[in-house]
């Protein structure tokens, strides 16, 4: 008892820091979504490596089976293949249902708090879960891209501001349709940079970019921005810097967009993922 | 004593006053953030508790964080700036130590020791502040670049309110 209380009374500073410390990264990784994001990622990441690993082994070891499998699945396909072969004519057949023709749904709101400059972005919009706002739906100001929603409260949702270090976007070039990745780098609020453009491409200053589409999230052909300054960066890609089309300095009347196909989309993609 | 905590509580609202309402404000190419509401830290007499000054760091940090939205951020690196103050206070001693009962002030100790102790304390404070902020090591020397400009800006600003409180 005497050595415990010895020990305390020598290391009281370091127990006190060590406390205070704690309390304060409990509420740095509980209370800061970007902050809890990375560790649980972090922690998953890891854990699926070691998966990853375990799994690699135990397929090299059931290779033999499954070869035999894939054959006798090769046999099988061969045969109905020629069964089919006479009936193709009828293998086919559309449907046309109006009912579900419609895919994105609008709603418009009003940024009430923004930031840019920080590494990280975000920005308030005085919409949420009542008006229908969900997670994940795309911010829109004056037809050219600004956000994506992470977060809803009952009247307020909270959007990653495309001024966001985690921020990618799936972007091509309008006149020639190649598509790259398109991020924020951390310095200027009214340029983003667009790469994994092959440089066989033929890229000119002004070239307008929009959306692919390919994300779920933002519809294809929204407004991104133009092209003003590229250079080849790398070995085989350029680096083409573009001046954005949303004033992210003024922002204020936005448009959401919710895909309502998105599940459905998403699902069927993680069935070959 | 009841004086002393006047004149603390005072700078430590004046301080938190600045911090909030004129250098959260700043925008300078998103490189520099100067923070001088440390410099209450840095203020605190020689002799205080070890304790005090940590409960006194924690509280400092939890406010400005309650300002900027960003909990736990300011208070991490304020903890650990109040820990290794005694630290920092060993390491650039005078020869002849420190007055019994005075204040880390430039007006006693000199320009230049109040320089070294500004540093190291900014420098810790900014480091651990802007690795957390940003939270991962992929863009290590373009942070490290943040902390360097932002340590020059609130080196400059503390010296400058140090100056003037000698300048009274």
């Known amino acids: 008892m005497r050595n415990l209380l010895n020990f305390l009374a020598r290391y009281n500073n370091l127990i006190i820091f060590l406390f205070l410390e704690g309390i304060a990264f409990y509420l740095l990784s509980t209370r800061n979504n970007y902050h809890n994001s990375r560790l649980v990622n972090g922690v998953r990441g890891m854990t699926r490596g070691i998966e990853k690993r375990i799994n690699n082994t135990k397929s090299y070891l059931s290779l033999h089976e499954i070869n035999e499998n894939l054959a006798a699945e090769n046999i099988a396909l061969k045969n109905s293949i020629a069964k089919l072969v006479r009936r193709e004519s009828s293998l086919f057949f559309s449907v046309d249902d109006s009912l579900h023709k419609q895919q994105y749904l609008h709603s418009s709101a009003e940024v009430i708090e923004n930031s840019i400059n920080r590494q990280k972005n975000f920005f308030t919009i005085n919409k949420g879960e009542s008006q229908g706002l969900k997670v994940d739906m795309a911010v829109i100001s004056a037809n050219s891209v600004a956000g994506v929603i992470v977060g809803c409260s009952k009247n307020y949702s909270v959007a990653m501001s495309l001024l966001n270090l985690d921020f990618k976007l799936s972007a091509r070039i309008k006149s020639n349709g190649y598509f790259g990745s398109l991020s924020w780098d951390g310095r200027d609020y009214r340029y983003a940079i667009l790469s994994e453009i092959p440089q066989h491409v033929l890229v000119n200053v002004g070239d307008t970019i929009e959306t692919t589409g390919y994300s779920a999230i933002f519809p294809e052909g929204e407004f991104v921005g133009t092209v003003s300054d590229y250079e080849k960066f790398g070995g085989d890609f350029y680096k083409i810097t573009i001046l954005l089309a949303t004033d992210f300095k003024k922002l204020h009347f936005v448009d959401v967009i919710g895909n309502m196909k998105k599940t459905e989309q998403l699902q069927l993609e993680k069935l070959f993922k | 004593?009841?004086?002393?905590?006047?004149?603390?509580?005072?700078?430590?609202?004046?301080?938190?006053?600045?911090?909030?309402?004129?250098?959260?404000?700043?925008?300078?190419?998103?490189?520099?953030?100067?923070?001088?509401?440390?410099?209450?830290?840095?203020?605190?007499?020689?002799?205080?508790?070890?304790?005090?000054?940590?409960?006194?760091?924690?509280?400092?940090?939890?406010?400005?964080?309650?300002?900027?939205?960003?909990?736990?951020?300011?208070?991490?690196?304020?903890?650990?700036?109040?820990?290794?103050?005694?630290?920092?206070?060993?390491i650039v001693a005078p020869r002849d130590g420190y007055e019994s009962g005075s204040d880390p002030s430039m007006m006693i100790y000199g320009f230049r020791w109040f320089f070294a102790y500004t540093l190291f304390i900014v420098l810790v404070h900014h480091t651990?502040?802007?690795?957390?902020?940003?939270?991962?090591?992929?863009?290590?020397?373009?942070?490290?670049?943040?902390?360097?400009?932002?340590?020059?800006?609130?080196?400059?600003?503390?010296?400058?309110?140090?100056?003037?409180?000698?300048?009274?």
């Not at chain 2, 360097?148 to 140090?162: D, G, H, P, V």
């Open chain 2, 1 to 90: 004593m009841i004086n002393s905590i006047l004149r603390f509580g005072l700078i430590f609202i004046l301080l938190l006053l600045l911090q909030v309402l004129l250098f959260n404000n700043i925008q300078f190419s998103g490189y520099v953030n100067p923070y001088v509401y440390i410099m209450f830290i840095l203020l605190l007499p020689i002799e205080i508790p070890s304790w005090l000054l940590l409960l006194l760091s924690f509280a400092t940090g939890l406010i400005v964080d309650f300002f900027s939205g960003s909990p736990g951020m300011h208070t991490s690196a304020t903890v650990l700036t109040g820990f290794v103050r005694p630290y920092v206070l060993r």
């Open chain 2, 128 to 168: 651990t502040l802007f690795y957390l902020e940003v939270f991962r090591l992929a863009d290590f020397f373009r942070t490290m670049l943040r902390v360097l400009l932002s340590t020059l800006f609130s080196m400059t600003f503390i010296l400058l309110i140090e100056f003037y409180r000698r300048g009274k």
